[in-house]
């Protein structure tokens, strides 16, 4: 079956410009993960969503990021006014609920400049 | 606070080597503990996993086995190939649908 899907696969923006990033998770899973993978941070969570509701926002490194479900399925990570540290790869994730894997999507690649 | 601790890379080695790659960990309880596998232009796939102490996860060749007494979870193939190379993320989880702390990566190297 179809696996996380993510869009766009690459994203060059001005420093400033707001961005939104989607992901398609796996259909049925009811659990959505956002991470971020840069240069000098690795692989680091953003936020988890249960259904529409986030029950932890932890990760978000700053108030410019934001995100948000709706139907249960598709997932938007918005970030406002983009600096050139936010410049990485932007990974989604699946998972049923109760399950322990978590499926990743390709990834965006978002460069501010 | 919970982490993963994994050897740095690059590692490098000819195929048919064996490899370890070392992972440890820092955690109160029994996290679920995951290798992760991310090969070039692609995304990040689950390798394997173990649930509780002494279990061991295997896939592809390569093997892990939850050491609660060493809190490790060290990366095991006893002959690698060429189409191993690739980036080796562990990780553990502390519960169903909760997030997963990553370590740093390991970039593995096979020559022919």
């Known amino acids: 079956g179809a696996g996380v899907s993510q869009s766009p696969s690459n994203k060059v923006t001005e420093k400033g410009k707001d961005v939104e990033l989607r992901c398609d998770p796996i259909s049925g899973h009811t659990a959505l993960y956002w991470y971020r993978q840069s240069l000098g941070q690795g692989l680091e969570f953003l936020i988890y969503f249960q259904g529409n509701s986030a029950p932890d926002k932890s990760g978000l490194p700053s108030d410019r990021f934001s995100a948000e479900r709706t139907g249960g399925s598709v997932s938007t990570l918005t970030i406002q006014r983009t600096q050139q540290e936010d410049s990485a790869v932007y990974l989604c994730?699946?998972?049923?609920?109760?399950?322990?894997?978590?499926?990743f999507g390709p990834g965006t690649r978002l460069t501010v400049l | 606070g919970n982490s993963v601790t994994q050897m740095e890379g690059p590692v490098t080695l000819s195929e048919e080597a064996f490899l370890t790659i070392n992972c440890t960990y820092t955690?109160?309880?029994?996290?679920?503990l995951f290798w992760y596998v991310q090969y070039p232009g692609e995304g990040l796939q689950l390798l394997l996993k173990a649930t509780k102490a002494d279990d061991k996860g295997s896939n592809k060749g390569f093997e892990a086995t939850y050491r609660k007494e060493t809190t490790s979870f060290h990366l095991e193939k006893g002959s690698v190939q060429v189409s191993d190379s690739a980036v080796y993320f562990c990780a553990l989880r502390w519960s169903s649908a909760s997030k997963i702390i990553f370590g740093s990566g390991t970039r593995l190297s096979i020559r022919p």
């Open positions: 955690a109160t309880g029994y996290p679920s």
């Open positions: 994730a699946s998972s049923p609920i109760l399950a322990d894997t978590q499926y």
